[in-house]
């Protein structure tokens, strides 16, 4: 148990604090415009583009965890069944991540879900959120769920509730910063201190 009060984290940790959330039942159709010049479709992803639209989708954000993976564990994910993959298009590129997740127990983890730059803004988000509530609730699952953090967007979390997720918990995650391993660009997510 953590006691109240201020606890150290040490140079070149960093911590973040995740909320949990559920949606244990469909809710009801919402409609949201796909944006004009933007297309929607399902990917079968290669390392290469994985890790390109992370990248550029998560470094703002401190997204490390697939970063993480060496080519084997990510490509063996990747190719998984129980994993779908979804992106928004515009002129020529992705510019979004969806990844749902079917577990074996009848749940599906919303794992990630991002928009680039080029479409944060333009309601593509709404639309990619109502496309993955659809496509997970159209199979057999008992529930839906999702983290966030706090180096997050700090739009995501009340984005999720207003989609109809509901926080069942939080915790305390404490790991190393990506920006001192190499696994991001020093300069990444200015809005977060680096100590070193």
């Known amino acids: 148990?953590?006691?109240?009060?201020?606890?150290?984290?040490?140079?070149?940790?960093?911590?973040?604090?995740?909320?949990?959330?559920?949606?244990?039942?469909?809710?009801?159709a919402r409609k949201a415009a796909l944006p004009d010049g933007v297309t929607f479709r399902p990917v079968t992803p290669t390392l290469d583009w994985y890790r390109d639209v992370f990248r550029r989708i998560g470094t703002d954000w401190l997204w490390f965890g697939r970063l993480k993976l060496d080519d084997a564990t990510l490509e063996k994910m990747l190719q998984d069944p129980a994993r779908q993959f979804y992106t928004l298009t515009r002129d020529?590129?992705?510019?979004?991540?969806?990844?749902?997740?079917?577990?074996?127990?009848?749940?599906?983890?919303?794992?990630?879900?991002?928009?680039?730059?080029?479409?944060?803004?333009?309601?593509?988000?709404?639309?990619?959120?109502?496309?993955?509530?659809?496509?997970?609730?159209?199979?057999?699952?008992k529930r839906l769920h999702l983290n966030t953090c706090t180096h997050d967007s700090p739009q995501a979390l009340a984005f999720y509730q207003r989609s109809g997720f509901v926080p069942y918990a939080r915790q305390i995650e404490i790991d190393d910063d990506p920006r001192l391993t190499g696994m991001l660009p020093r300069d990444a997510a200015p809005q977060t201190p680096l100590i070193e």
């Open 92 to 141: 020529g590129k992705d510019e979004a991540l969806l990844e749902l997740y079917f577990k074996p127990d009848g749940d599906c983890e919303l794992a990630y879900f991002g928009l680039t730059g080029a479409l944060i803004g333009t309601g593509a988000g709404r639309y990619l959120m109502t496309q993955a509530i659809r496509l997970a609730w159209e199979k057999p699952i």
């Open 1 to 28: 148990m953590i006691e109240n009060g201020f606890h150290d984290i040490a140079p070149g940790k960093f911590a973040v604090v995740v909320t949990h959330l559920q949606m244990l039942a469909a809710p009801p």
